[in-house]
């Protein structure tokens, strides 16, 4: 025997609300349409009262006329019934709104009644302080490994000077023509570029000088 599957129909998303907003419709229609065939009618009536008027079959006209009043009064009724239908709809609708908006105010409540569950006032503080605790400890270790890599990283400054006094004294050596240890080489005088400039402003005042003779 073969085994045959049915498919489950999936829920249907007709509320009776709809099936109530629906059935208001359509009672409104059937009204307009009653309402069409009877301004019809009058029109109707209307002509067949002036040409029995006419041919002078005056009773007649006013029994005709009579039915044309009552059905004009038929008609001022219908439009009382049309307007308490379309307020009934419009009624209808925006009531399903509101019950949109209440159902999610509801879930709305519901999931922040979850999360204050799972986060209460208690949990909150001891993550705080746990949080508070461990930035704490990580600035004391940083401020442990700090120091101590100042302490052993430390240099002297007086062994670098000498270390690059050695290197100058090597360069020197190294591009000086070689002497015998025993010449000894003057000393430069420090005052040079003094004597040098006194001797630019001696000539620079002998110009004019020349140049008026």
């Known amino acids: 025997m073969g085994i045959f599957f049915t498919k489950k129909k999936p829920p249907s998303r007709v509320t009776e609300q709809d099936k109530a907003i629906l059935q208001v419709k359509q009672t409104r ?17 209307r002509l067949l009262a002036k040409e029995l008027l006419k041919n002078g079959k005056k009773e007649r006209a006013i029994l005709l006329l009579r039915k044309k009043k009552y059905q004009e009064q038929v008609l001022s009724r219908a439009d009382g019934q049309l307007e308490n239908l379309e307020r009934m709809i419009h009624d209808l609708e925006y009531a399903q709104v509101e019950i949109k908006v209440i159902d999610g105010l509801k879930a709305g409540n519901t999931a922040m009644k979850q999360l204050h569950a799972l986060l209460s006032i208690d949990e909150i503080e001891k993550v705080m302080d746990e949080t508070k605790e461990g930035i704490e400890k990580q600035r004391e270790i940083d401020e442990i490994l700090t120091s101590t890599f100042a302490t052993e990283d430390e240099i002297d400054e007086s062994e670098i000077e000498a270390e690059l006094d050695a290197l100058v004294e090597a360069d020197i050596d190294e591009r000086a023509p070689e002497l015998p240890k025993d010449v000894l080489l003057p000393d430069v005088p420090k005052d040079l570029p003094e004597e040098e400039e006194k001797k630019r402003t001696k000539e620079k005042v002998r110009e004019p000088i020349a140049v008026m003779g």
């Not at 349409?33 to 009536?45: D, P």
């Open 29 to 45: 229609d059937k009204i307009k349409q009653y309402q069409r065939k009877i301004e019809q009618s009058l029109e109707k009536e």
